[in-house]
């Protein structure tokens, strides 16, 4: 099926991302009468938002991205790019499916909300609108965009932390930026969806936060762990899992955080997991972290350059370790990675 411009719209995610909830909560005013912009914008102005406008769909998307509102409310029947179209675009984007969108439709319009739900709107309201009933509608949808700009910023926090962790050691420094660099566009090689794109990203960032509870004495020493250091080592993948378990939005890189060490014959941690059993984007950030951990000086030894780095992980495919498919893919994107660099 041909995407049309008003499906996906191709909104930044970063810059959705990087847009901070504003302090006056800011609401996005889509019609293409001016006469109804204008008595929405009054009452809306009147309760102390800040008001955006546009007049179609198109228009709208563009607001999104650069003005990032906080709730989206929008005619049906407009020329080009319509209301139900505008909820399909916004709601198939993980960075705006999220944001509150409230339909208006005509007083009879029951086929029209039927319409609007299928396509993902959070609520109606009829023309010609009650103001209490618009006031009360907008201040609960916007309250509960506030709660999910809080989860938003709690993933923020948590993505500091593993920051912050790493910075513990500067011998790997830059690790986990690398990875969740990597990972993401090994990702999108491979053709996965944009949900598990995001997961590959945030778990490339987080997959050793565990670290946070293995004591400095072992994570810096510079000298060769024993078998018993190792063994607190390896717990670093079961104390994350127990960390990301805390909050539900990262239930998608528990995968990562637990089993990027496991092997496909069964001789990784800490589930000793085989196979398919080793959840795919675990093998793809696993076989990130081996390759940057070569390719990068320890105190103990010196970093390989990059050939040297892909014969070891091909020696890892021939031992049954690695899947041949995932470290061919990623051979190929780090050679295409070096020539960009060059
Ligand atoms: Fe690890
Ligand atoms: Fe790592």
Request: glycine fraction near 8%; proline fraction near 5%; hydrophobic fraction near 40%.
């Amino acid at each position: 099926m041909r995407r049309t411009a008003c499906d996906s719209a191709a909104l930044s995610a970063h810059a959705i991302a990087a847009a901070q909830p504003s302090a006056v909560p800011r609401v996005l005013v889509v019609d293409d009468t001016p006469a109804n912009v204008a008595l929405l914008e009054r009452l809306l102005r009147r309760e102390g938002y800040a008001v955006v406008t546009a007049a179609d769909g198109h228009e709208a998307l563009a607001k999104v991205r650069t003005d990032s509102p906080d709730l989206v409310i929008s005619d049906v029947l407009m020329p080009g790019c319509d209301g139900f179209q505008l909820c399909r675009a916004l709601k198939s984007e993980p960075e705006t499916r999220l944001l509150p969108i409230v339909l208006v439709t005509s007083l009879s319009g029951a086929d029209e909300r039927i319409r609007g739900i299928d396509a993902g709107a959070d609520d109606f309201i009829a023309k010609p609108f009650d103001p209490h009933e618009l006031r009360a509608r907008v201040r609960s949808l916007l309250r509960l965009k506030r709660y999910t700009d809080e989860l938003d910023s709690a993933e923020a926090v948590i993505l500091s932390l593993a920051l912050t962790i790493e910075a513990r050691d500067r011998f790997t420094q830059g690790h986990c930026l690398r990875l969740s660099q990597l990972g993401a566009a090994l990702g999108g090689r491979l053709g996965l969806g944009v949900e598990d794109i995001q997961t590959l990203e945030r778990g490339g960032i987080l997959h050793d936060i565990g670290k946070v509870g293995i004591p400095d004495a072992i994570l810096l020493k510079p000298e060769r762990l024993t078998a018993e250091e190792f063994a607190i080592i390896k717990t670093h993948t079961i104390i994350g899992d127990r960390l990301c378990s805390e909050l539900s939005l990262l239930r998608h890189v528990r995968s990562i955080v637990r089993h990027h060490h496991e092997r496909l014959d069964g001789t990784g941690y800490p589930d000793g997991l085989r196979g398919r059993e080793v959840p795919l984007l675990a093998q793809i950030i696993g076989i990130i972290d081996v390759y940057d951990a070569l390719t990068s000086a320890r105190p103990y030894k010196s970093a390989l350059p990059r050939d040297r780095a892909l014969e070891e992980l091909a020696r890892e495919v021939e031992k049954g370790w690695r899947d041949p498919t995932l470290v061919r893919e990623f051979a190929a994107l780090s050679v295409e990675k070096d020539c960009d660099a060059r």
